[in-house]
């Protein structure tokens, strides 16, 4: 099988992107063909000058675009797209986009003019979601997809309401390797928190050090660790000194840094509100960390609340610190919900298996 996967920005440290790109690599391992088309800004040409990169079994294609505004971002994105499919993609049998966006409506209408079958799956829920935040003055096409798989049944039901024929959707979750994101062999359980993502308004990483002020009052020799960041984590350094606290700031890493963090904590702290299934989360629950979530569809399709993690009401500092005191006090709980969440995800979330859920969608978008 060809098959080709569309992410905006494919060396940007995220869960789509790297979401993808090992999906990609569980497809290619099975001997099929695999294309990422992806984009980078014009100024790093230096760094990617050849617009394929054939260094890995995965052929990479890299269009340069100007991606400082949006709306030129969409414009060279569509011109580099209507030549670059029919030349590059040829050969592909279906193409899997990442996002309900006006870029992959473009590019599903581009692909159908090459006979290439359509996937997309959104990528994020709720008020910052792919469905809440599309442009009014964008046309949807609902119709240019031919098929839309949801990550949970809540992120589906957002596509069906948003108008995609309900008879053309699913739902397949993301999945974590099992074997590589494992609990550590002499685990330590010393109550330490961990949050792994990008700082941005719909992860509440402002909300996550609010909370962290009680922590660090009657905690003392409790730790916060929070690895990710971008252009703006310079104003959450700010503000957790403004608050008084002394949580360890780690930039964007690598996924051999990430697991190492996450090995070297017990307890993982995902306050976002609008994931469409997060990858960080099934990595932390992989490791075998017990997971605090705001209470959101998204979550609560991975979380069993009391068994495999705790919730809390969403955007309530005062309700997150009340779960974070319960797992830092308690050994056992720490325990028990951390080796029930690596379990949720070796039986719901192995990698392996999702990767067979969506070769046995492709074979049915392709009449196989």
Same mark, same amino acid.
């Given at each position: 099988?060809?098959?080709?996967?569309?992410?905006?920005?494919?060396?940007?440290?995220?869960? !789509?992107?790297?979401?993808?790109?090992?999906?990609?690599?569980?497809?290619?391992?099975?001997?099929?063909?695999?294309?990422?088309?992806?984009?980078?800004?014009?100024?790093?040409?230096?760094?990617?000058?050849?617009?394929? +990169?054939?260094?890995?079994?995965?052929?990479?294609?890299?269009?340069?675009?100007?991606? =400082?505004?949006?709306?030129?971002?969409?414009?060279?994105?569509?011109?580099?797209?209507?030549?670059?499919?029919?030349?590059?993609?040829?050969?592909?049998?279906?193409?899997?986009?990442?996002?309900?966006?006006? @870029?992959?409506?473009?590019?599903?209408?581009?692909?159908?003019?090459?006979?290439?079958?359509?996937?997309?799956?959104?990528? *994020?829920?709720?008020?910052?979601?792919? /469905?809440?935040?599309?442009?009014?003055? /964008? *046309?949807?096409?609902?119709?240019?997809?031919?098929?839309?798989?949801?990550?949970?049944?809540?992120? =589906? !039901?957002?596509?069906?309401?948003?108008?995609?024929?309900?008879?053309?959707?699913?739902?397949?979750?993301?999945?974590? +390797?099992?074997?590589?994101?494992?609990?550590?062999?002499?685990?330590?359980?010393?109550?330490?928190?961990?949050?792994?993502?990008?700082?941005?308004?719909?992860?509440?990483?402002?909300?996550?050090?609010? !909370?962290?002020? &009680?922590?660090?009052? &009657?905690?003392?020799?409790?730790?916060?660790?929070?690895?990710?960041?971008?252009?703006?984590?310079?104003?959450?350094?700010?503000?957790?000194?403004?608050?008084?606290?002394?949580?360890?700031?780690?930039?964007?890493?690598?996924?051999?840094?990430?697991?190492?963090?996450?090995?070297?904590?017990?307890?993982?702290?995902?306050?976002?509100?609008?994931?469409?299934?997060?990858?960080?989360?099934?990595?932390?629950?992989?490791?075998?960390?017990?997971?605090?979530?705001?209470?959101?569809?998204?979550?609560?399709?991975?979380?069993?609340? &009391?068994? +495999?993690?705790?919730?809390?009401? *969403?955007?309530?500092?005062?309700?997150?610190?009340?779960?974070?005191?319960?797992?830092?006090?308690? @050994?056992?709980?720490?325990?028990?919900?951390?080796?029930?969440? =690596?379990?949720? /995800? /070796?039986?719901?979330?192995?990698?392996?298996?999702?990767?067979?859920?969506?070769?046995?969608?492709? =074979?049915?978008?392709?009449?196989?």
């Amino acid at each position: 099988m060809n098959i080709a996967f569309f992410v905006p920005v494919i060396d940007q440290i995220g869960g !789509a992107e790297i979401g993808t790109q090992r999906l990609a690599e569980q497809l290619a391992q099975r001997g099929h063909k695999v294309t990422i088309l992806s984009t980078q800004a014009i100024s790093r040409w230096q760094k990617y000058p050849s617009i394929i +990169d054939y260094a890995k079994p995965i052929r990479l294609i890299r269009l340069p675009v100007w991606q =400082r505004s949006k709306q030129i971002f969409a414009r060279m994105l569509a011109a580099q797209a209507f030549w670059s499919i029919p030349v590059f993609l040829r050969e592909t049998q279906i193409i899997h986009l990442r996002g309900l966006t006006p @870029e992959t409506q473009m590019l599903a209408r581009i692909a159908h003019r090459s006979g290439i079958s359509t996937l997309c799956v959104p990528m *994020a829920s709720g008020v910052y979601g792919d /469905v809440a935040t599309f442009p009014s003055n /964008v *046309a949807k096409a609902t119709t240019v997809f031919d098929w839309l798989s949801g990550l949970t049944d809540s992120l =589906r !039901a957002e596509a069906i309401a948003w108008g995609i024929p309900a008879i053309k959707t699913g739902v397949i979750p993301n999945g974590v +390797d099992i074997d590589y994101f494992k609990p550590p062999e002499s685990p330590g359980n010393q109550p330490h928190a961990i949050f792994v993502g990008h700082f941005r308004p719909e992860k509440r990483v402002e909300l996550l050090l609010h !909370a962290w002020v &009680e922590i660090q009052q &009657e905690y003392p020799q409790v730790h916060l660790t929070l690895v990710g960041g971008d252009l703006s984590s310079g104003s959450y350094h700010q503000l957790a000194e403004q608050l008084g606290i002394a949580p360890t700031f780690i930039p964007n890493t690598n996924e051999a840094g990430v697991l190492a963090k996450l090995q070297a904590n017990s307890i993982f702290v995902m306050p976002g509100i609008s994931e469409g299934m997060s990858n960080a989360l099934l990595e932390a629950m992989a490791v075998g960390l017990a997971p605090i979530v705001a209470d959101t569809p998204a979550n609560r399709a991975v979380i069993t609340p &009391e068994i +495999d993690g705790l919730t809390y009401q *969403a955007d309530s500092p005062e309700a997150l610190a009340l779960q974070l005191k319960r797992l830092i006090s308690d @050994e056992d709980l720490r325990h028990r919900i951390g080796t029930a969440a =690596r379990k949720t /995800v /070796v039986e719901r979330f192995n990698l392996e298996a999702v990767t067979e859920q969506y070769l046995a969608l492709y =074979r049915q978008l392709l009449g196989e």
